[in-house]
Each structure stands twice: as C-alpha cells, then as structure tokens.
T-cell receptor
Framework: DSGVTQTPKHLITATGQRVTLRCSPRSGDLSVYWYQQSLDQGLQFLIQYYNGEERAKGNILERFSAQQFPDLHSELNLSSLELGDSALYFC???????????FGEGSRLTVL | GESVGLHLPTLSVQEGDNSIINCAYSNSASDYFIWYKQESGKGPQFIIDIRSNMDKRQGQRVTVLLNKTVKHLSLQIAATQPGDSAVYFCAEKVGTDKLIFGTGTRLQVFP
C-alpha cells in the first residue's frame, strides 16, 4: 500500500460526458502528479501540483483540468470525453526534496 | 488483476537466471533516474534510483547502471523469480520535479 488513494477504481461513461477523478496523497506529501496510461502511450505525464499551485504541465488536453485543494487532495476533471480518453489515470505524490513518486492504484476510465 | 495490455518489448527469462532491462533516456540534463515495477492491475512501485553523479547503484537483488555518455540506463535483476514478472519502467527527472517515463519492458519469468 503506497498510501495514495484514488477513487473511483473503475468508471464507465459515454462520449461527451464529464468525469472527475479524485486523489488523496500520502500524509504529509505536498506534491501531487497525474499520469495517463493508455494502450499505446505508456505513462504520460499530465500535470503536477505543489501545495495547491500548479508546478509543471505535460501533455494535458485543454478538455482536462486539475486542481489541488487546501487539504492537499486533488481532482482531475475530464470533459467532452472521447473514445481515446479511455485509459488508466494514475495519481502519485512525493515528499518535498525527494524524487521518488508513490503511485495510487489508478482509476480505469472506459468511454463508450 | 487486469492487464495494462501495452504493446511492449518483452523479455522472457528462466527462473533463477539474471535479467537485464535496458532504457534509453532523452534529456542529457536529467540528473536523477528511477526504475519502477508495475504489476498487473497495480500502480508503479519504486525499485531503485540513481543520481547522475553515480555510474552504479546496488539494492537487494537489483543493480542499476547509468551510462551518461550514451544516455543509457539498465536494470539488472539477479536470480529472477516468478514474482519479478511485471512491466518495468525507467523514469528521468526533468526540471525540479517532473518525472518522464520510458515506454516500459515486460518481464516474463518462466519455470
């Protein structure tokens, strides 16, 4: 158990819909990262937050957005969903000054 | 558990043999590298890391080698066991915190 909690574990929805994925980092970790893992892309970095502020951005689509709340949990919002958005979405957290990321179990999104 | 189902390079080894998994990284300015293991249906788990001022680092049954000249990283697993079967990713730290992952290698261990 990494200490990072993600909900929901599985989500099935239709094209055009909007979903929210939730992540609770390890206790004390200020940084939260979101990654997308699909069949032909491996682990793609989406975005990182540190103590509520956006710190780094990767290949995140404009239809996707994220935020980190004062209690340090984070949400990834995916809107106008397309079939190609079907993937595993991982959240990870890290302690300040370390490079090691601790990953959650992921949220599997299926868009039909 | 569910399989990620990635079309990955696959390394098949016999139980008890040593495994070597290779990775080429892209950014010559990267100063920190990590190997992760991802079992079916789970998130990636940290295995071992190495900083760019080192060429080699050893853990329990695992060794990471770093060749900065050719931007190459390898993970050696000694006496490979069935529980080592997983997808292995290398990752490089770019900038302050962002970790960029390689495409991964699937390790299959057969008896």
């Amino acid at each position: 158990d990494s200490g990072v909690t993600q909900t929901p574990k599985h989500l099935i929805t239709a094209t055009g819909q909007r979903v929210t994925l939730r992540c609770s980092p390890r206790s004390g970790d200020l940084s939260v990262y979101w990654y997308q893992q699909s069949l032909d892309q491996g682990l793609q970095f989406l975005i990182q937050y540190y103590n509520g502020e956006e710190r780094a951005k990767g290949n995140i689509l404009e239809r996707f957005s994220a935020q980190q709340f004062p209690d340090l949990h984070s949400e990834l919002n995916l809107s106008s969903l397309e079939l190609g958005d079907s993937a595993l979405y991982f959240c990870a957290s890290s302690a300040e000054g370390t490079g090691e990321l601790f990953f959650g179990e992921g949220s599997r999104l299926t868009v039909l | 558990g569910e399989s990620v189902g990635l079309h990955l390079p696959t390394l098949s080894v016999q139980e008890g043999d040593n495994s070597i998994i290779n990775c080429a990284y892209s950014n010559s300015a990267s100063d920190y590298f990590i190997w992760y293991k991802q079992e079916s249906g789970k998130g990636p788990q940290f295995i071992i890391d190495i900083r760019s001022n080192m060429d080699k680092r050893q853990g329990q049954r695992v060794t990471v080698l770093l060749n900065k000249t050719v931007k190459h990283l390898s993970l050696q697993i000694a006496a490979t066991q069935p529980g080592d079967s997983a997808v292995y990713f290398c990752a490089e730290k770019v900038g302050t915190d962002k970790l960029i992952f390689g495409t991964g290698t699937r390790l299959q261990v057969f008896p």
